[in-house]
C-alpha cells in the first residue's frame, strides 16, 4: 500500500485509478471506522470502481498508516483529508464515512464543502460520546495498549456488529480478517485512536453549514450509534435522508454488502445526474448569455 506524505504525516491510501473509458469519472474517497482500515469497504469498491475512482484512506495508526506522535483528534484528522485529496488533486469527491470516518466527512462537509460532490454517512453521530461509552472506551484503549485485542475481542465484536451478523457463517471471515488486520496495526496508535474517538467533540451547532447532497446509512440494530443519531444528522443537515439497513449493526456495510452498496449507488448516481444537468443548465446559458454581446 503507498504512502502519502500529507499534513505533515505519512498516509497509506488505496487507489484504483480512473475506470478503464471514463477519464473524467468523480471520485470517491472512503473513510474507515475505528479499529479498521480502507479495506472495510472492498465490497463496494468492487462494484463500484467500474463507474468511479475509488480511494481509500487509513487514519493515522491504523490499517497501513503509521502511529504518529500526536493528531488523532477528528479535527486533525479532517485537515489529513483534505490534504490528501489536495495532494492527489481529486476535489471534488463523493465522500463515503463509516462511524470515525464519519465524524471526519461531517467535518469535511461543514468546513471544507467545496472540496465535495456529495457526503455520505453510515452508522455515526454529531454528538459526542455518551460519559458511559467514553469511560469504557477509555478503559478499552489502555486494556489494548497493554495486552492487545485477544482480551477485547468479545466484548467488542456486539459493538461492531449486530447479532444477526455474529451469529451467522458470514461473520466468520470478516472477523477473522478484522483481527488479523488488527493484530498486526501499532497498540500505540490503536490506544490513541481509541481515545480519540472516546474524546471527539460534538458538531451539531456546523450542521446548517452542510450543503453538499448527503445520505444518512444507519444499520436497524446498530447500539453504537443508533437510528436515533441518524434521524437527528437528518433533521439537521438540509435536503438530506435517511436509510436504514435491516439486520445489520454499527458496520453495515459490511453485515449487508449487497443493500449498502446499492443504496450508495443509487444516490451517486442520482447526484452526477443532477449535477450534469446542472452542468448543461449553465453551459447553455453562457451560450445564450455569448449570443447576445
Not at 446498530?222 to 445489520?248: C, H, K, M, Y
Request: one cysteine or more; aromatic letters at 6%.
Amino acid at each position: 500500500m503507498p504512502l502519502l506524505r500529507a499534513n505533515g504525516v505519512s498516509l497509506a491510501y488505496t487507489d484504483t485509478g480512473t475506470p478503464p473509458g471514463r477519464p473524467d469519472a468523480p471520485t470517491i474517497l472512503f473513510g474507515h471506522g475505528l479499529l479498521f482500515g480502507g479495506w472495510m469497504f472492498r465490497p463496494q469498491i468492487d462494484v463500484l470502481r467500474d463507474r468511479y475512482r475509488c480511494v481509500t484512506v487509513d487514519w493515522r495508526g491504523q490499517g497501513e498508516t503509521p502511529a504518529t506522535a500526536g493528531g488523532y483528534d477528528m479535527d486533525t484528522l479532517c485537515d489529513d483529508a483534505e490534504a490528501l485529496i489536495r495532494e492527489l488533486d481529486l476535489a471534488p469527491v463523493h465522500f463515503v464515512g463509516l462511524s470515525m470516518g464519519g465524524f471526519v466527512g461531517l467535518r469535511l462537509g461543514a468546513r471544507r464543502g467545496r472540496l465535495l460532490r456529495s457526503l455520505t454517512v453510515l452508522d455515526t453521530t454529531a454528538d459526542g460520546e455518551p460519559r458511559d461509552a467514553a469511560r469504557k472506551y477509555t478503559l478499552f484503549a489502555w486494556i489494548y495498549q497493554l495486552l492487545g485485542a485477544a482480551p477485547l475481542k468479545q466484548q467488542v465484536l456486539p459493538t461492531l456488529f449486530g447479532p444477526d451478523f455474529l451469529n451467522s457463517r458470514r461473520s466468520e471471515p470478516v472477523v477473522h480478517e478484522w483481527s488479523a488486520r488488527l493484530s498486526r496495526s501499532s497498540r500505540t496508535g490503536i490506544r490513541k485512536a481509541i481515545l480519540a474517538v472516546a474524546d471527539h467533540a460534538a458538531i451539531g451547532d456546523e450542521l446548517a453549514d452542510i450543503v453538499a447532497p448527503t445520505l444518512v446509512i444507519v444499520g436497524a440494530d446498530d447500539n453504537a450509534t443508533p437510528r436515533l443519531d441518524a434521524e437527528r444528522l437528518v433533521a439537521r443537515i438540509d435536503g438530506s435522508t435517511v436509510q436504514v439497513v435491516p439486520a445489520a449493526g454499527h458496520t453495515s456495510n459490511l453485515e449487508q454488502p449487497h443493500i449498502v452498496t446499492a443504496c450508495l449507488a443509487s444516490f451517486l448516481h442520482s447526484v452526477d445526474n443532477e449535477l450534469g444537468d446542472l452542468s448543461k443548465a449553465t453551459a447553455s446559458l453562457d451560450g445564450v448569455g455569448h449570443g447576445t454581446h
